[in-house]
Structures are given as C-alpha cells and as structure tokens.
C-alpha cells in the first residue's frame, strides 16, 4: 500500500522540528562538543532526506514544489554514506540557514493540502 503524499512531508516537518529543538540555545561550540547531540541531529536530517525522497517517487510534481527537496536528498546521501568525512560546520548551517527555509515551504504545502496525514 503506497503512502499518502502528505504523510512524506509530515515526516520530514516533524523531524525538522526535532533538529530545531534539539539546537534550540545551542551555540556551535556546544554542538561540537556534544556527540549524542551531532548524532541526533544528522539522523534527523537522514529522516528528512528520506521523507523528501519518498515523496518524490510518489508525487515528483508536489516535491518539485519544495525548492531545496533536491539538496535535502542529496544532504541524507551525503550523511549516510559518506558518514567518515561529514563536516559539522556544514551541518550545523544546513541546520540553523537551511532547514528552516524548507520547513516553511513543507509548511506551506501542508496547510494547502490540508493538516491530516
């Protein structure tokens, strides 16, 4: 049984979200040291990345509505297999400039298609 388009994109708000929580108050320097913290933040961007690129697959018109889904793949792409050489200043400004640019336009697509999963 195939996904309903809005659950990818509910998936993929929810865990912009946690990355938001998570680095709420946090200053770079804190993120650094703190390795449960990096951790949980790049699988969130890994749960983005996957949600956006499910999406795609089952509606490639309402991910093209989302300008950087392309990026947030590519980002997951990045962390999940080339996890030795992951640079957490790119990280953490994919976290603090990037995401909330997409979270708003994942925003916006929800309240278009309505709020439910």
Do not use: C
């Not at 996957?50 to 991910?63: G, I, P």
């Not at 792409?77 to 790119?90: E, F, P, Q, T």
Request: no cysteine; charged share 30%.
């Amino acid at each position: 049984m195939e996904r309903e388009p809005r659950a990818f994109l509910w998936s993929a708000r929810n865990s912009a979200d946690a990355i938001a929580r998570f680095l709420s108050g946090k200053t770079f320097d804190a993120y650094l040291s703190d390795e449960m913290l990096r951790s949980a933040v790049e699988r969130q961007f890994e749960i983005v990345g996957e949600a956006l690129a499910q999406l795609s697959k089952t509606d490639r018109e309402l991910a093209a509505r989302l300008p950087d889904a392309g990026n947030a793949i590519g980002f997951r792409n990045v962390l999940i297999h080339g996890y030795a050489k992951i640079d957490d200043a790119i990280v953490w400004q994919a976290a603090t400039r990037d995401l909330p640019k997409l979270r708003s336009a994942i925003d916006a697509l929800l309240k278009e298609l309505g709020e439910a999963p």
